[in-house]
């Protein structure tokens, strides 16, 4: 055995030295780049094997003769000494396959498609614990977790295609349940309240396992709880409490609560979180049951459920409808969605059917990981465990119960040590309470109503025997039998229902009263038999229809009148292995995230057996794990058997063969123990026993042909047995070794002695799954279902098409005006794979059967075959091109896409008989941060029908490259990300570092920078589109644009006479609120400096006398537009001449330098403007001007079409008469809608006095003039559209390896004090490539004095609304509209009819004080009142006010409809309710984390956010304390009445204008 001398490196200190293994040539002369070799010690041949791929050779990296080195970390980390001897030699990498891996990534956006990607580039390659991968492509960094090999994790492997890769995020999106039932004020076995026990317990736990291993969550908690109302009937509640009330299947009357505590954050130190927990506590079920009450009104008396009849599955609903809009409101810092409910309850729920068969779906479909943590104790049957509700109420119905391997179970104990007992208890007694002898019936009640018992033994029935008769599984023949059930004795037993809820009689509804639904069928996974009936007689008619107490939902016995039921085995809870289902690919979705356990059967990790162990070697270990995989040989086929016969020996005495005891969660340095024998997991046991017994082992085959698997578990391979816990046994004995969870740190330290005194080393680890809790696991990409043909040809609709992407490339490359390189046929097939992996499906992995390759299965492991013409059967003809298949499937949609040459086939099924839509409709109150009360809220949970999905359209939207033909359409769930354009504002800061006390500062600014703003924007566009000038734009701060500064407060009024020459220019548009309609025409007043985005803003919080006189007009620089100038023209130039002035090459306009699609010499409208207005002496207005050179056919739009007229913006237009035989020379493309969607065109509103001088508008308020002006540019332009989308290039910097484009929407008018709007959307693109892309337009965006905000596809996230956030709503602000003395009402001396408009006038000023923007937005419904949203200039907040189209109205509403927030504009039934004036307020929840809390104010108390003072200030200024809203308004009429004198006096002056 050749020994090497072991060196280390640093990478990237030396060229040479840049790989993780360098070796020398000449020593290995077999070597090949690729190979794998493993590198250990010679004396500890059974330790540490370290294995690492060449990946370069080269003569350079000499490292001397028989030396290696390899790179300093994985040294460190595999214990390797420098300068010491190794033995290293090439291993196959078959031997050293992975089964499975994990890998972990942190802060970025991972689709499913990039996944496949990075899936594919790993194949083949070596990997090692901690290793980090740069996959440069796709820009994705992520990090080795976790390995398996052979049943067991080890420290180094090879990938390979049948490797399962598991993708975990430590940033994903966390939504936290904790479930207020009435257990959480119970005591748990050690004295603690249940609630102390979930929050100073697992949530303590949880949040130090995130900081442990640098979590980074984006976290919502929500604390959530139903009430009971002890009523008959609706009549008995006040008129106030009936919004929101549901009714369960029993007639009672119930609320839903939730309560958000935390919202979208992310924290480094959760710990501060726990205290505001314990506080809302504290007050939590006062405030919940109380929350009605008034004074002088009688309301019923509410009550808190238990864990049971809570809204459990309401509660996941919820937070799936948030979860399934992840392609909305994408951000790129996140990957993954959790959502975890915290219950002390015990895993059993009471739940409706319907809701079940949405939720199961809904959770399956998303791909969403749901984990269910019981803080109580754990029962002795399966969990978790549905009850289904029993709508049925004749005695004959029985209980039917499902165990739903959607949701992932955690029990939570503390380590508390008792002193006096290791006993665990399982099962909650019932309570002793002091007998009355008096009154023998109370004494019944006591002994038989266990208000806290989950399970009643009663010895009055003969249980076992009837059991034993109901569960049985039915006889294979198709015969129908009668049996009868042991007769039960004949005693007189009070009803139980009738006492045990304390005679309460409301509670006691007689079923009757409930219409009788017949049941359905149940679960459609549970195996149904062909037919066969189970009915059970008894004489015993006095005991009721159930023995158990209702307010438990557990039903102790099924039935004893006579039942008569569809085939089918009704699933025991207490020996749930009994009932096995038929295997499908709902089932088989989420199995390839567990690894395989030694027995070859899928594991979950934090499943234990509680064994005690009698045997002290691990040898005997093996021999037991033999015994029981032998044993399993007869068991695997015959589930069905009723003579389940346990493994040999006594069943607690041995490993069971479906359940293995797990291995620790982090990566350890230790195997499973029992003896003093150390263990270490880097050991490739390849000649242990281990090997020969997994592969003796009936290991079960989960393909087609094995069509059954276990109703528990998650995994549906790991058996439930009574001995399964997911508690370790904390006082085992001595031979019983706990399994240690120690430190990453602690990786390949020497192996730690893993007995019970390692306490300090590392802690016992409870069946917690924490691993899932902390990096969640993202939806598998894999899977290993597939149907039968027999069941193909029955179940499923079979359809096809096909593509041949070359023919409709060459069709779409003549058409298209613009050139793009089309796909190869290859790629598109693996875009069409891509999509399908984004939209949820999975590759499927089947078996490769070698007799018959052509067979619809034949799939190796990365989900494709290549079959070449030699092992393609006879049915193919012999060819020599590539021919692949996938396979993908999702819930009941198999989809099958083949390449063969140049053709794609497509082949859906699709279930022929689909499951029917369901749509739950459900009510419900909540409590936001920020909200004062609880709020009325509606949700629909719906399923959604995945085989509508229009796949042709997105295949053909691939296959031409994204072309106009097939645009993207809603229903194709394309991925979106919004942002508003906002100028960056210098008042915020007087706020943040300054400490202003009052934030309606925002209108005080005297300078206007309207000229700044455009050419900012402009120069912005540009950058984004890509441009490029001929001469180079002035940059703002050059000293030719000082001169403005020096004049900015100059006073003086210039007026001079209309110019004869032109006709007055019709008004153009320039501001919202401008009243040009009504400006003084006689005396045209040159624009004021003062004026511009800010007109009618600048209110009165300046001194409105001197506003008023500050008509102040600027003389403009001539150099003032930053084009070089040379002389003025002449008043009588003629057009021509001006023509060629522009065309002059240094002194012209300017021209973009060549672009593809632009002609030559083009140049944009706003540049011709400017650079006309600097030259023009004689009034002549610059856009006739243009206007009138384009009907002269001097200059024309660069589409090259002839109708564009010249629209002021930027909009690209080019010179015509130039020399076509020049060699720089383009064409235009001649095509408007071609180039449309290649450039972003944007017209500009309100600001033409920059090119043209314009009538001053007036100064008072726009609520206060006598003709108001409209409110924005869409009502201006009514017949242009509002957005457009071009053609958007994603891979700009060309990283990718894949074809990457998408489209940018945007606003078509940019106009200055309004936000401007952009949404990039894509559906081939990968995430972090987009990313790189928008944070580069953020950046430029910085440069040019703008910030590009993300904004929620939906800000206000109103109730009722489809696509927003059932937990998010909008604050509502009053406006006091009482402030003026006597109780007068405002605008009483305007027109009625007005009043409405000025109001929302009015509202708006207000909202402009404090900083907020207009954002235009398209009108959806006509018929719905005009609502006005505005953003504020952080972007932090929105606001939106609704104007009535009718008067306004000044009653108060009543408190409820004040509290109503979410329903504040009427979605009450009662629609005469007064409508109320004020503000609807809500947060950006885009704004990333750490942006949004640097905005603390200084020197505040406690931190204070700037949001949070803006509100609070805004609530005031609203509310009018200390009459501020009082002086606004006496502001604006002083502000009036100074214009009017003004106005007066300045036609008096000056009679000739008259």
């Known amino acids: 055995m050749k020994l090497y001398k072991l060196n ?44 690492l791929q ?34 290293m030699q090439i291993v196959n990498p078959a031997d050293v396959a992975l089964d499975s891996i994990e890998i972990t990534f942190k802060d970025q956006y991972m689709g499913r498609s990039e996944m496949w990607r990075l899936k594919t580039y790993l194949t083949n390659t070596c990997v090692y614990v901690n290793k980090k991968i740069d996959y440069n492509d796709m820009q994705i960094r992520c990090q080795v977790y976790e390995m398996w090999s052979q049943g067991e994790r080890v420290a180094s492997g090879v990938i390979t295609d049948d490797t399962k890769i598991v993708f975990r995020s430590s940033t994903s999106m966390v939504y936290l349940f904790l479930q207020m039932s009435s257990e959480m004020w119970d ?19 949880l949040f130090q396992k995130w900081k442990k291993l640098g979590c980074n969550h984006e976290v919502t908690i929500v604390l959530f709880s139903r009430t009971f109302y002890a009523a008959k009937s609706l009549d008995e509640f006040p008129a106030h409490m009936r919004d929101c009330l549901q009714q369960d299947y029993k007639g009672r009357f119930y609320e839903d609560f939730y309560r958000v505590a935390i919202q979208n954050e992310r924290n480094d130190d959760w710990c501060t979180v726990l205290a505001q927990l314990r506080k809302l506590f504290t007050s939590y079920q006062e405030t919940v049951l109380r929350y009605h009450e008034r004074q002088n009104m009688r309301i019923p008396q509410a009550t808190n459920s238990t864990a049971t009849q809570g809204n459990f599955l309401e509660v996941l609903n919820i937070s799936l409808n948030t979860f399934e809009k992840h392609y909305l409101d994408r951000t790129f810092d996140r990957t993954g969605q959790l959502s975890v409910v915290i219950t002390p309850g015990v895993g059993v729920f009471s739940v409706d059917r319907e809701l079940t068969n949405i939720t199961k779906q809904r959770i399956i479909d998303n791909g969403v990981g749901s984990d269910l943590v019981c803080v109580g104790e754990q029962p002795l049957h399966a969990v978790p465990l549905l009850k289904f509700h029993n709508k049925d109420t004749t005695l004959t119905s029985a209980d039917d119960y499902s165990l739903p391997h959607w949701i992932n179970l955690s029990f939570y104990s503390t380590n508390k040590k008792i002193a006096y007992s290791s006993f665990i208890p399982r099962i909650k007694l019932p309570i002793l309470s002091s007998v009355d002898e008096s009154d023998v019936e109370e004494n019944e009640r006591n002994f038989l109503s266990c208000n806290q018992s989950e399970y009643i033994h009663n010895s009055l029935f003969d249980y076992d025997a009837y059991d034993e008769q109901i569960f049985q599984p039915l006889p294979a023949q198709s015969t129908c039998s009668l049996q009868r059930v042991v007769r039960a004795k004949k005693t007189s037993v009070p009803s139980f229902e009738t006492y045990a809820y304390r005679n309460n009689d409301w509670e006691n509804l007689t079923p009757t009263k409930i219409p009788s639904l017949r049941r359905k069928m149940s679960d459609p996974d549970i195996h149904h038999g062909t037919s066969g009936m189970l009915a059970a007689l008894t004489d015993s008619t006095n005991l009721s229809e159930s023995l158990a107490s209702e307010k438990n939902a557990r039903r102790a016995i099924v039935s004893i009148a006579p039942i008569v039921r569809p085939g089918r085995a009704l699933i025991n809870p207490f020996d749930p292995s009994h009932v096995t289902i038929k295997l499908t690919s709902n089932r088989r979705r989420w199995t390839h995230i567990f690894p395989k356990g030694p027995t070859g059967v899928l594991i979950q990790q934090h499943h234990y057996q509680a064994v005690p162990a009698k045997t002290t070697l691990a040898v005997s270990y093996h021999r037991q794990l033999q015994q029981s995989n032998s044993n399993n040989n007869n068991n695997t086929n015959n589930n069905n058997d009723s003579d389940y016969n346990s493994a040999a020996g006594d069943q607690y005495d041995q490993v069971s063969t479906h359940s293995m005891i797990s291995l620790s969660k982090s990566i350890v340095s230790q195997n499973f123990v029992m003896g003093e024998e150390k263990s270490d997991f880097f050991k490739r046991r390849t000649n242990s026993l281990l090997t020969a017994t997994a592969s003796a082992a009936n290991v079960p085959n989960l393909t087609a042909t094995q069509a059954k698997s276990y109703v528990w578990g998650a995994t549906g391979e790991q058996e439930w047995t009574p001995a399964i816990t997911t508690e370790s046994g904390i006082a085992t004995g001595k031979h019983m070794k706990p399994i240690i969870e120690s430190d990453h740190s602690n990786f390949g330290s020497s192996p730690l002695e893993a007995t019970t005194e390692t306490v300090g080393k590392g802690k016992i680890i409870i069946g917690v799954d924490w691993k899932s809790l902390s990096i969640p696991a993202c939806l598998p990409i894999t899977t290993d279902y597939f149907p039968d043909k027999r069941s193909l040809h029955n179940d499923y609709v079979i359809s096809d098409y096909t593509l041949l992407p070359d023919d409709v490339n060459l069709d779409y490359a003549r058409s298209r005006a613009v050139y793009r390189k089309p796909l190869s046929t290859e790629e598109v097939c693996k875009e069409i794979v891509s999509q399908r992996l984004a939209q949820g499906f999975q590759l499927i992995v089947v078996e490769e059967k070698p007799s018959n390759s052509n067979s619809c299965c034949s799939a190796s492991g990365s989900g494709c075959a290549v079959t070449s013409n030699q092992s393609t059967s006879a049915v193919l003809p012999p060819s020599s091109e590539t021919k692949k298949e996938y396979l993908l499937s999702i819930g009941r949609i198999f989809h099958k896409i083949s390449l063969s040459g140049s053709v794609i086939t497509v082949t859906g099924y699709r279930p022929r008989h689909p499951y029917p839509p369901i749509n739950v409709d459900y009510r419900y109150r909540f409590h936001a941060p920020q909200h004062e009360t609880y709020e009325i809220s509606g949700v629909n949970f719906t399923t959604e029908k995945l085989e509508n999905f229009n796949w042709n359209h997105m295949d053909l939207y691939i296959c031409t490259r994204g072309d106009v033909d097939y645009p993207l359409m809603e229903s194709l769930k394309y991925w979106r990300f919004r942002m508003y354009l906002l100028p ?15 934030c309606d500062i925002f209108t005080e600014a005297v300078v206007d920078n309207t000229r700044d703003l455009i050419e900012d924007f402009v120069r912005l566009i540009e950058n ?47 501001e919202k609120n401008h009243n040009l309609l009504n400006a003084p025409q006689q005396s045209i007043n040159v624009r004021s400096k003062l004026e511009a985005s800010r007109i009618s803003r600048i209110f009165p919080g300046t001194d409105a006398a001197a506003a008023a006189t500050a008509v102040a007009v600027v003389p403009r620089d001539d150099q003032d537009d930053g084009f070089p100038v040379d002389n003025k023209f002449s008043a009588n130039i003629t057009l021509a001449e001006i023509f060629e002035a522009m065309k002059h090459p240094s002194t012209g306009v300017g021209y973009f330098s060549q672009t593809q699609s632009l002609p030559s010499c083009t140049f944009v409208s706003y540049d011709a403007l400017m650079w006309l207005k600097a030259r023009l002496t004689n009034g002549r207005h610059p ?6 050179m384009r009907k002269e056919r001097m200059i024309c739009h660069a589409s090259g079409d002839w109708n564009q007229p010249v629209v002021p913006g930027f909009v690209f237009y080019y010179v015509v008469q130039q020399d076509k035989n020049a060699k720089d020379y383009a064409p235009p493309l001649n095509d408007y809608s071609a180039f449309v969607n290649e450039w972003l065109e944007i017209e500009f509103q309100g600001c033409s006095f920059l090119w043209h001088d314009e009538p001053t508008p007036s100064h008072v308020p726009n609520f206060l003039r006598d003709t108001t002006a409209p409110q924005s540019w869409t009502d201006y332009c009514k017949n242009k559209r509002v957005y457009r989308q071009s053609h958007l290039e994603i891979d700009v910097n060309q990283k990718s390896d894949r074809m990457e484009w998408g489209h940018v929407k945007h606003h078509t008018v940019m106009q200055p004090g309004f936000a401007f709007e952009l949404v990039v959307e894509w559906v081939t693109s990968s995430g972090p490539i987009v990313s790189d892309l928008i944070s580069g337009w953020m950046r430029k965006a910085n440069h040019c004095n703008y910030q590009l905000v993300s904004v929620p596809a939906d800000p206000m996230a109103e109730p009722f609304t489809k696509k927003s956030d059932p937990l998010r709503g909008p604050i509502f602000i009053p406006l006091c509209v009482t402030f003026l003395p006597d109780g007068a009402a405002l605008f009483e001396e305007f027109p009625e009819d007005s009043r409405s408009d000025r109001m929302l006038f009015l509202q708006e000023a207000i909202l402009a004080r404090f900083g907020f923007s207009p954002c235009v937005l398209e009108e959806t419904n006509k018929d719905l009142p005009k609502e006005y949203q505005y953003v504020h200039c952080t972007g932090n907040m929105f606001a939106l006010i609704r104007c009535a189209s009718h008067n306004y109205q000044m009653e108060s509403p009543s408190r409820q409809e004040a509290n109503v927030t979410r329903c504040v504009y009427g979605h009450t039934n009662n629609t005469n309710v007064p409508k109320k004036v004020g503000f609807l307020w809500a947060w950006n929840h885009m704004i990333p984390n750490k942006k949004w809390k640097a905005l603390t104010i200084n020197n505040s108390v406690d931190g204070e956010l700037f949001q949070l003072k803006m509100l609070k200030d805004f609530r005031e200024f609203c509310s009018n304390s200390d009459q501020r809203l009082a002086n606004f308004w006496a502001n604006c009429q002083e502000l009036k009445r100074k214009s009017l004198k003004f106005e007066n006096n300045n036609n008096n002056d000056d009679p000739k204008n008259i």
Do not use: W
């Open 8 to 51: 280390t490196h640093t990478r990237g200190c030396n060229k040479s030295y840049d790989a993780d293994l360098v070796l020398n040539p000449q020593d290995h002369p077999t070597a090949k780049v690729g190979n794998v070799v493993e590198i250990y010690a010679p004396e500890d041949e059974n330790g540490t094997h370290l294995l």
């Open 54 to 87: 060449i990946t370069e050779l080269n003569e350079q990296s000499k490292t001397g003769r028989n030396v290696i080195s390899i790179e300093s970390c994985i040294a460190t980390a595999f214990k390797m000494r420098s300068y010491s001897n190794v033995v």
């Open 187 to 205: 005591f748990d076995i050690h004295g603690d309240l249940y609630f102390e026990k979930a929050v100073n317990g697992f949530l303590t736990e």
């Open 984 to 998: 960056r504002e210098s008042m915020v800061n007087k706020i943040v570092s300054f400490g202003s006390p009052r």
């Open 1024 to 1070: 984004v589109s890509k441009l490029k000038r001929q001469i180079g734009r002035k940059a703002r701060d050059s000293p030719t644009t000082h001169s403005l500064t020096k004049r900015r407060h100059s006073t003086s009024i210039i007026s001079r006479p209309p110019n004869q020459q032109h006709d007055t220019p019709t008004p153009r548009f320039t």
């Open 1183 to 1188: 856009l006739d001007l243009l206007e009138a």
